[in-house]
């Protein structure tokens, strides 16, 4: 089964090298992911993993889905 958190573990890996920011909040993959704090609050809470904005998350970023989900090389495109 695939971990929530070790997903969000590794936006936060891409994110951290984009974004130059030391710590990567909640709000930041929210808002990287194009969801609202909130939604993010709640699918956290039920460790729901959101496939479809994930998706264009590693479009727009040149990651490899694959990567992110299931930490498969290569991680980028």
Known sequence: MIDFYE???RV???LSTQIQKEKILDRDIADSLALDPQYFAVIKR?????YEPLAHF???HHI???WILLAQK???L
């Open 7 to 9: 997903v969000m573990q």
């Open 12 to 14: 936060k890996q891409i």
């Open 46 to 50: 039920r460790k729901k993993i959101p």
């Open 58 to 60: 590693c479009k727009q």
């Open 64 to 66: 490899s889905l694959n």
């Open 74 to 76: 290569p991680q980028y």
